[in-house]
């Protein structure tokens, strides 16, 4: 109750002599009644009582009051586990079709956290559009991975900061990992921003502006979850949409020296095999043709809500692969990825499935199996290295040495004949010497990745790197390091690419090229991109001619490449269940 009160006294803000009055003060007034609350609260609920009917003034009175005279901003509004948000009326909550845009930065995690914050808001009555000159409240999703990342949160920031100081936009909200990461620190920079909600939070952000709209507050809720995982809140998808992302799990365990994710994270936690398959056929149905599973450390993936329910312990026992370890307690029981995967690639022959970013510790054989076992799960494996230098791997705390982690690689395409793999590296990281450098390099000629994502070691607070180790290699010895490694990866994938010329491989047709409006673009089975004119070709075998469109499955020989991209010839189109 004396929360209550507290807040009271903050949501009633008096300026140039006129009593501003938040909706959320009518309501509490009336709970307040009967309670011991301070004599300043009491003679403001008779004040408020005074001027205003009893149910309290509407929203677009206080609108009118904040525009008459600018609120001063008081201490931030700062949800903790002993302060949560007090109870709010529904009509406060309403966003009465206040126009939101969502910029996404980063992983795919934050793409579709961006569609879990469209359902949230579009279900309190707010209207997401998909231009920013069309919005009266802007949110940033961001990403505090690398350094790079959060510079380009910044000076977004400052720009929204002038759009709002010029009155074209109304609030500004930071939400994800940046957010998570600076928590309401980040308001003595940037005092504009008007909400703050980490990846745990989305579900208070119709709370979180309703108490700023109404107090000039920051509101602010970076609070970390051990269970959320919003299975049961359907992602925005829209009805064209030819791809999507399902989140499986959220955070991570690994504690990697050089990553921040466990912090901005939290702890791992599995959605319910359930809730995912009945968000996968969902999809399917609205005509969705290629799915990625996604989780910070995918493949670790444990369903533990089914063990008291369920009599099959199909994958209960999976262990560790062989020469790779871990510095925590692994988690037991429940079902695991392989038994989601399964299920998963059941629900339609013609729905391509793939997923990311697994960890190569997770490849116990049984996933691979499954992989073998399903045409439709893509033969692409996402396997990061990091680095190829043993002394390396160990400063990272990655749990593998490259030995074993080759002897996995092998293991893949024993199972798996002609899967393509692609990794991560990072160049430079802590007392990198060139020798170790070189190992990395040599890693790269062995396997031979499809693609590579590669970046220069960028040092994270909070890390245990950021404790423990210096960020000692110079930035253009990194860069160099990067350079060179960046250009062995596309010699080899462009002699890959070139021994594929005259296949005939399956492509999904996503969408128009960005360099011609006279051809579509798609993926094969190895994550690709394809390029194919936009004509007309026959159905199957059946000599039928039907025009490409996105959603389509197609035939097309390969005619040309690069390092990174494939040209092709459409033959036919092709049932994504027919082709193996």
Known sequence: MYRRCHLLRQLVVTHRHHLQVCPLVSHLSTRLSSATASSTAATQIKTIDS????????????????????????????????????????????????????????????????????????????????????????????????????????????????????????????????????????????????????????????????????????????????????????????RSAVTAFVSIMRGCDNMCSYCIVPFTRGRERSRSLESIVSEVKQLSELGVKEVTLLGQNVNSYRDKSAESTSSDTTGTGISLVPGFKTIYKRRSGGLTFDVLLDAVASVDPNLRIRFTSPHPKDFDERALRVIQKHPNIANCIHLPVQSGSNSVLTRMRRGYTREAYLSLVDRIRDIIPNCALSSDFICGFCGETDDEHQETVDIVRRVGYQSAYTFAYSMRAKTHAFHTLTDDVPQEVKVQRLNELNALYREIAFDMNRRSVGERQLILVEDVSKKSDEEYYGRNEANLKVIVPKVDIPVGDSGVMKSIAPGDYVLAEITDCSSITLMGRPVCHQMLANYH
């Open 51 to 238: 001027r205003f009917p009893k149910s309290g003034p509407d929203l677009q009175h206080f609108i009118r009051q904040s525009q008459e005279s600018d609120p001063i901003r008081s201490e931030p509004f700062v949800v903790s586990r002993s302060s949560p948000i007090p109870y709010i009326d529904e009509h406060v909550l309403d966003g009465q079709g206040a126009k939101v845009f969502i910029r996404t930065y980063g992983c795919q995690m934050n793409v579709n956290d961006t569609q879990i914050a469209t359902t949230i808001l579009k279900n309190s009555g707010y209207d997401i559009v998909d231009d920013i000159n069309k919005a009266s409240i802007v949110m940033l999703m961001t990403c505090a991975i690398r350094e790079n990342a959060e510079s380009k949160v910044w000076a977004k920031l400052k720009e929204l900061s002038q759009l709002k100081s010029s009155g074209r936009i109304r609030q500004i909200g930071l939400l994800g990992c940046v957010a998570e990461r600076l928590k309401s620190s980040v308001l003595q920079k940037q005092p504009s921003i008007d909400v703050i909600a980490g990846p745990d939070s989305y579900r208070d952000l119709p709370k979180l502006l309703a108490i700023n709209r109404s107090s000039a507050q920051n509101a602010v809720n970076v609070l970390l979850s051990l269970d959320e995982t919003y299975s049961d809140i359907q992602p925005s998808v829209q």
